[in-house]
Structure formats: structure tokens, C-alpha cells
């Protein structure tokens, strides 16, 4: 990778050559980001796999650059999430001569809101369900009710609804 020269040679040996006049560059591939998944609010840490990560001049998600890039090696760069808008993010990673993209790469999601739940009480024995409603309830959510963790039954796309497992309470 880098920039070489560009020479013509003539049938009867003479030339011309245009000193560092093209450039050779290596691909640049996006491949996934960990987590796939996060606050619209941005802030958290992500690592970005790949290739060709090699001279990285900024990550993007939707145009919105991601803060703090840090390139680990020709595959992995670690970022912190930007503030994004709720819904599918392509990213794009860009170097000195290329730019790789991940199509519908990351998921923003709301901050968690809970506006409602059924029912509102449960014997101490625990074991209904308990159906909560309200934004940014995604996969993966964690659930306690009275400082005890729910397990988690279902989710709806979209992260509006979670479903979960009354745990015993005192």
C-alpha cells in the first residue's frame, strides 16, 4: 500500500515516468461491531472488526463520528458510542485511502422507560408473568422487581414491551 510511480516505456525505449502518481491502497472492511446494540444517548464503549484498519482517520455512524478512536491493530478499533437517533445505523470506518461500510450495522435504542405494567401485584411466591410497556426495552434488558432479578420470557421488536417472570419477593 502506498503511492508508486506510473511509467510508459515506447517501443523504442523512451519513457516518461510521473513520480508517486497513483496510490495502492488496502481494502477496508467492516465485519461487526460489539456491541450491536445501544443508548441513542451514546457513551459506551464499542470495538469495530474488520481489516485494512491501518491508517484509520475516523469511524462514523450515520455520519455522527464516534469519540475517542483508538486503532488496536489492522482488524479491531475501539470507540465510544456517539449520540445517534433512535433505529438502524450504517457505519463506515475511513482510512487515508479507503472507506469500508456495514450496512444497517447497529441498533440505537431509546433509554429505558417503563410507562406502565400488569399486574400490579403478585403473591410472595412469585412465578406469573409481569408485561411491562414502554420505549427502549430492547433484547437483552435486565428486569428486577423488589431487587430481585425477573427472568426475562420475551421481547417485542422495537423494544415497547417486555415480558418477564415474577420473582419471589418478602
Sequence with gaps: AGWVSVTVVNPDDSSSELKRAFQYFEEVTVDRVVPS?????????????GGGFHAVKAVLFDGRPAIAVQRLDDNTIL???????????????????????????????????VSGFSPLAAPTAGGGTLALAGEGLPAGSQVS??????????????????????????
Design 37 to 49: 446494540k445501544g443508548p441513542a444517548t451514546g457513551g459506551v464503549p464499542i470495538e469495530i472488526h
Design 79 to 113: 470507540a465510544i458510542l456517539p449520540s445517534n437517533d433512535v433505529g438502524i445505523s450504517d457505519i463506515h470506518v475511513v482510512t487515508d485511502g479507503a472507506v469500508g461500510r456495514l450496512n444497517d450495522g447497529f441498533e440505537f435504542y431509546a433509554p429505558p422507560s
Design 145 to 170: 422487581v423488589g431487587g430481585q432479578i425477573a427472568e426475562v420470557l420475551a421481547v417485542e421488536p422495537g423494544g415497547k414491551r417486555l415480558v418477564v417472570r415474577i420473582p419471589a419477593g418478602e
